[in-house]
């Protein structure tokens, strides 16, 4: 039998939360999935899905009383050249930063400023992957998907996904729907590294780069990254607990009246306001509450020291939203996935 039961999920969620699932399986290959589900439909047919990579973007409220299916696709070769473009498919297990390494191994730019985020390639499309400046949307060619519904292959292309920001159809519409087993990603020959984000563009010109690599601005990334996002290993955390809000010209020329010096990053014709800093303003950052709380060095992040549960998390969130409601009006909305 492939599938166990009652098996803790605190080893498979970033934030380190003890909650149970009630059935659990992990797959290594197509076909081990196809069995998986048989076997679901066989004896625990009407049991609820959940499919996780490394559980980095998910807060469990409680024990998931359903089968919870782990993804462990390994696999990564470079599969097709153009005149344009290298293709690189990988499974969907494989972690996304080994992902990012084989393609600097390989002189392949495009995912560099993606460095260093936790997670796997197959859950990198659900909210669009992205840090600064870039996001998975950039350089997606194709994903390969098991249509839990009609238990059918189909590729959707970068297209079909329905890309936003933090956001993707597999959120939306067709949230639960599929497994994404394999990511295929094109990186273009001409490649020109993008520093314009402020702080890689000064750790560079710290450094005395001016005409950066990919490994360059690599190395800068996990170095920034390192200076101010916690490690899960060390403190459960999922980053960003919040999507930085979007405003309109109207409302961003109102708060900053009020707030002259508020982090706003213009996004096509509207303003994404830092959550970060809203939360910081409202006095939130180093906040702790028990075994959670906000870390100090990045106010975005929710923690949990060390005993803190999934209800006491969302607690936190809940009277962080409203604050920043009652202060600036902007409602936070959560992009890790609640459970
Ligand atoms: C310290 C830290 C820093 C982070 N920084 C960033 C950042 O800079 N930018 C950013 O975008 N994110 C960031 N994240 C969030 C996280 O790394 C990403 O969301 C990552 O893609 C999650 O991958 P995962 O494998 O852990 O997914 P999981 O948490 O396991 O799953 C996330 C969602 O995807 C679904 N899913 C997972 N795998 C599959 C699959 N194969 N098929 C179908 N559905 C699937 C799950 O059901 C769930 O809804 C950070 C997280 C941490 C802990």
């Known amino acids: ?17 003890d909650v149970n699932a009630k059935y659990f399986a992990s797959f290594s290959s197509e076909v ?6 048989k076997e679901k439909d066989q004896t625990i047919p009407e049991s609820n899905l959940l499919l996780i990579g490394s559980g980095s973007n998910i807060l469990f409220t409680q024990d998931f009383d359903g089968l919870v299916i782990k993804n462990e696709i390994q ?8 005149e344009e473009f290298h293709y690189v498919t990988a499974g969907a297990g494989v972690l996304w930063d080994d992902f990012v390494g084989f393609c600097i191994e390989n002189n392949l730019g495009g995912v560099e400023n993606l460095s260093l985020i936790p ?21 997606l060619h194709a994903v390969k998907l098991l249509d839990l519904h009609e238990r059918q292959w189909i590729v959707f292309n970068n297209r079909d996904c329905d890309f936003g920001y933090r956001s993707s159809i597999f959120k939306k519409k067709l949230k639960g729907r ?19 984000y402020g702080s890689i563009k000064n750790s560079l010109i710290a450094m005395g780069v001016t005409t950066p690599t990919i ?25 960003s607990f919040f999507k930085n809000p979007v405003i309109s010209k109207t409302e961003y020329q109102q708060l900053l ?31 702790r509450e028990g075994d959670v709380g906000c870390y100090p060095k990045q106010a975005l992040v929710l923690v949990n020291y060390g005993n803190g549960n999934g209800m006491q998390l969302l607690e936190l969130s809940k009277k962080i939203q409203q604050s920043i409601l009652k202060k600036f009006g902007i409602l936070l909305e959560a992009e890790v996935n609640i459970l």
Request: charged share 20%.
């Open 215 to 239: 490994k360059d601005v690599s190395e800068t990334v996990n170095e920034i990254r390192r200076s101010k996002l916690p490690n899960p290993s060390e403190i459960g955390n999922a980053g």
């Open 1 to 17: 039998m492939m599938i166990q039961q009652n098996i803790s999920l605190m080893p498979f969620n970033s934030f380190g939360i």
């Open 257 to 287: 009246n009020d707030y002259p010096d508020i982090v706003v990053y213009e996004l096509d014709g509207m303003y994404k306001v830092a959550a970060g800093w809203l939360i910081d303003k409202a006095g939130w950052k180093g906040y």
């Open 178 to 196: 599929f497994v994404i087993t394999s990511v295929t990603c094109r990186f273009q020959k001409n490649h020109q590294t993008n520093i314009r």
């Open 119 to 139: 997670g796997t390639v197959g859950a990198a499309p659900i909210q669009n992957i992205g840090a600064y400046g870039v996001e998975l949307k950039d350089v």
């Open 32 to 37: 081990e999935l196809l069995t998986i589900l």
């Open 75 to 82: 696999g990564m070769s470079i599969v097709h050249e153009d």
